[in-house]
């Protein structure tokens, strides 16, 4: 069974910082894709990004970005110039058929 | 466009009782899903269709009965509420880039 693992549960950064969230997972699949994640007080889930297994070429989205390392089954989120509003729990997700989800991060962004 | 909507938004119920929670959307996806968010646990599956007419077990699908109407609507029915179903539960569907599109939660709390 897939599964994906986030070892940090908790991370904080100062605004206009950088962090990055870490994710591991462990498939015997080629083809997937891997997906993070936002969830504000709110409760909405929010997809920040994703990325394709089949392609090497990292994702980007405006301030985050991935490292996605296929080989090493690794899928880290980068988030540049943090901002007050990214305070969030943020989700590593893995999907083939159906998406398995990793138990989160949750990000505190301290001004 | 409303996307994912899910009611209601909060239910409390007594041990034994049963209820349903609907969900539908309108983005024409195939593919539906129910998870539960429990602290600490990320989201599980489940149930999922993946597509009208047809329905498939997830990680933890014991307690649970679910049934596609249509295209549109997927709905979870728990038949003889426990107090370990207390949990958040989310509806999902799934896009053409195995995106999940999430509705806004239901906060069930089981006494």
């Known amino acids: 069974a897939q599964t994906v693992t986030q070892s940090q549960p908790e991370m904080s950064v100062q605004e206009a910082e950088t962090v990055t969230l870490s994710c591991t997972y462990d498939t015997s699949e080629s083809d997937y894709y891997l997906f993070w994640y936002k969830q504000p007080p709110s409760r909405q889930m929010i997809l920040v990004i994703r990325q394709e297994a089949y392609k090497q070429q990292n994702a980007t989205e405006n301030r985050f970005s991935v490292n996605f390392q296929k080989a090493a089954k690794s899928f880290s989120l980068k988030i540049s110039d943090s901002q007050l509003g990214d305070a969030a729990m943020y989700f590593c997700a893995y999907s083939k058929n159906d998406m398995r989800f990793g138990a989160g991060t949750r990000l505190t962004v301290k001004p | 466009n409303a996307g994912v909507t899910q009611t209601p938004k909060f239910q409390v119920l007594k041990t034994g009782q049963s209820m349903t929670l609907q969900c539908a959307q309108d983005m024409n996806h195939n593919s539906m899903y129910w998870y539960r968010q429990d602290p600490g646990m990320g989201l599980r599956l489940i149930y999922y269709?993946?597509?009208?007419?047809?329905?498939d077990k997830g990680e933890v699908p014991n307690g649970y009965n679910v049934s596609r109407l249509n295209k549109r609507e997927f709905s979870l029915r728990l038949e003889s509420a426990a107090p370990s179903q207390t949990s958040v539960y989310f509806c999902?569907?799934?896009?053409?880039?195995?995106?999940?599109?999430f509705g806004p939660g239901t906060r069930l709390t089981v006494l």
């Open positions: 999902a569907s799934r896009g053409s880039y195995n995106e999940q599109f």
């Open positions: 269709s993946a597509s009208e007419g047809t329905t």
